[in-house]
């Protein structure tokens, strides 16, 4: 009898994780980007960048991070961002849907932007700690990109 209660209880565990969320369901999108030769729209600000660049998206982490293609030099993440919007009780939105990709932070800017996953238009924009002028303190890309 003791036998088949353990049995069942180990069943019912089993059963009952299965049916839990899992973080099988977040998944990682990285992208391969070439800049637009069309000009940044009028209402963005600091400078362009217009070498290719590298997105990488984790949703299961809420973290999103850029990089530059040719030296794989980190451009920027959402990781410092979320930890100081975390002082002041922001968060990270990160939204996944079939049409788009978006980040950034609420009421907080810092690094955020979108992707169209169909026609992989991508437009985005961050801060550069180490800017100096009006045009490297911001930066912008708009651009194509490709699932890797």
């Not at 030769?37 to 984790?58: N, T």
Request: charged share 15%; proline share 4%; net charge neutral.
């Amino acid at each position: 009898m003791l036998m088949k209660t353990r049995f069942a209880l180990t069943l019912g565990i089993a059963l009952i994780g299965l049916l839990l969320p899992s973080s099988a369901s977040a998944a990682i999108f990285t992208y391969t980007c070439e800049a637009s030769v069309e000009p940044a729209p009028a209402d963005w600000f600091g400078g362009p960048w217009s070498g290719p660049v590298r997105l990488v998206v984790d949703t299961g982490a809420k973290n999103v991070e850029l990089f530059d293609s040719k030296n794989n030099l980190m451009l920027a993440t959402t990781v410092r961002q979320g930890r100081l919007s975390g002082l002041n009780n922001y968060q990270i939105d990160l939204t996944v849907t079939e049409n788009v990709i978006s980040w950034g932070i609420i009421e907080m800017w810092g690094f955020s932007g979108y992707i169209q996953r169909e026609s992989g238009r991508l437009d985005l924009i961050w801060t550069n700690g180490e800017g100096y002028s009006p045009n490297t303190l911001s930066r912008q890309f708009h651009g194509t990109c490709k699932l890797r």
